[in-house]
């Protein structure tokens, strides 16, 4: 899933990382080799 608004947050589901995006610059958030998971609102 493409990163698309300023303060979507992403959960990474092998580590546990998240993040909060702060600038949209297209493309989609990999983390541990996997795609990050969009975190519902």
Avoid: D, F, P
Avoid at 16 to 38: A, F, S
């Amino acid at each position: 899933m493409a990163v698309e608004n300023v303060g979507e947050k992403y959960h990474c589901s092998v580590c546990g990382n998240e993040v909060v995006v702060i600038t949209v610059g297209g493309g989609i958030l990999v983390c541990c080799g996997e795609e990050m998971e969009k975190i519902a609102e």
